[in-house]
């Protein structure tokens, strides 16, 4: 069965072949609401690692302090 183009997910394949560097020339096939489609998807997914990693930079920072304290303490 062929893919489904009108699915934006159908082209995150391109997105992952670019791994970021975005070149108007890949895009010759796709039409402009597909494109702006699969960049928000991107941009979205890339925001989704950002959280990700803050909230376990945060987290570590946390257990490091907490950890420091209740050393002190006993």
């Given at each position: 069965?062929?893919?489904?183009?009108?699915n934006p997910d159908h082209h995150l394949g391109h997105l992952r072949?670019?791994?970021?560097?975005?070149?108007?020339?890949?895009?010759?096939?796709?039409?402009?609401?597909?494109?702006?489609?699969?960049?928000?998807?991107?941009?979205?997914?890339?925001?989704?690692?950002?959280?990700?990693?803050?909230?376990?930079?945060l987290e570590a920072e946390y257990q490091r302090k907490f950890l420091?304290?209740?050393?002190?303490?006993?």
């Open positions: 069965m062929p893919p489904d183009r009108r072949h670019l791994e970021g560097a975005w070149s108007p020339n890949c895009w010759g096939h796709l039409g402009t609401g597909q494109v702006k489609m699969a960049r928000l998807k991107q941009t979205k997914d890339e925001a989704a690692r950002d959280v990700a990693s803050y909230r376990s930079q420091s304290r209740a050393g002190a303490q006993a």
